[in-house]
């Protein structure tokens, strides 16, 4: 449960349209969140996510693959128990994850920061959850 795989990432251009203009969105600084719940039940995995850094605010792709590898390694070690709410709620979900600060935070407060956020997320797809 602890990787992170090709079929859990958003690459299917039908998705990404739905999600900027029929999705949900959320701010958790340092993060912008865009979710769109799947009712057809056609992924692989509960969720599929894609991280974005904009080039806007990083010139450097150094810079932003670094960002972009530490929200994926935090994501990775922390997406058990998100996949098991969504499972047991019988729930699937596409995301995009937009990090919006102006400096590279470090890896233990961007962690904290996606924990918060995915339950956030789960609050905006299940609302009765406890």
Known sequence: ??????????????????????????????????LLEITDGSLPFPAQVVFSVPKRRFKNATDRNLVRRRLKEAYRLNKAKFYEELISSNKQVVFLVNY???????????????????????????????
């Open 100 to 130: 919006s600060a102006k400096e590279i935070r470090d890896y233990a407060f961007l962690e904290k920061q996606l924990v918060y956020a995915l339950h956030r997320l789960l609050d905006a797809v299940n609302p009765t959850a406890p």
């Open 1 to 34: 449960m602890l990787t992170f795989k090709k079929e859990e990432r958003l690459c299917r251009k039908s998705y990404l349209d739905a999600l900027f203009t029929g999705g949900s969105s959320f701010f958790v600084f340092p993060f912008a969140i865009h």
